[in-house]
């Protein structure tokens, strides 16, 4: 059972964000995790309140969308009429920030769909408590690879010749791995030196059999850290 103090500390972070960020009328862009529902929760109780009002709202997983569906937030496909492939925010959570607001993401398994929508948001919000927050990516937090099943055995063969340790990641209450939302599975990635993040994400992508990756460098995101003693610390919020 999480602590009271993190769930704390995430359901401050969504709500500073989206009290700060959403307006009426904008297609918004909801991330997943434990963190990211509270930001859900919080646009769903705006909406209930009137407060705000006309949001397309773009769910980046399974669980985001029956959040959704729970809170009358109306939720489209990115190439409906409605949104037609573009957002005007995204807020979502992450595992690991770096000093220029770089991530990784994909702890809940959701990155590839997380990436779409905050590549295409003209603006990234990050929400995170301060256990997220960290000097360098790779080495820590392991970054997720979404995998084609057949390409597992030579995608590892690629990853171990980058310097990294890989481990298969398993399901629970199932047996054998993790089947993500588009039928692949997930292999968590851990360097054992410093590596270059922004072309990090982009040499793992070349691999056939690699869907998409959990570093996330290409839309540098505000982000709103919550800490301990109840502040909400912005990062690049002008
Ligand atoms: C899911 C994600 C999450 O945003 C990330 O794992 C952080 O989750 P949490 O807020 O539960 O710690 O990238 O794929």
Known sequence: ?????????????????VDAL???????????????????RRVGELLAQGTLRDISAFAT?????IECEKLGIPAYTLNSKELAGGLDLTIDG?????PQNRLIKGGGGAMLIEKLAAYSSALFAVIVDESKIVQTLGTGFPVPVEVVPS?????VRVFEK???????????RKAGPVITEHGNIILDIRFSATVDPVAMETEINKTPGVVEN?????????????????????????
């Open 61 to 65: 997983s399974f669980q985001t969308e």
């Open 214 to 238: 959990g570093f996330f460098t290409g839309n540098i995101p505000v982000v709103y850290i919550a800490h301990a003693n109840g502040t909400i610390e912005t990062r690049g919020v002008k």
């Open 151 to 155: 390409a597992r055995v030579q995608v």
């Open 1 to 17: 059972m999480e602590q009271d103090s993190g769930r704390l500390m995430k359901e401050a972070a969504g709500k500073a964000a």
């Open 22 to 40: 959403v307006k009426s009328g904008m297609k918004l862009g909801l991330g997943t995790g434990s963190t990211a529902i509270h930001a859900v």
């Open 94 to 98: 992450a595992d690991e920030v770096d």
């Open 162 to 172: 980058l310097g990294a340790s890989v481990i298969l990641r398993e399901a629970l």
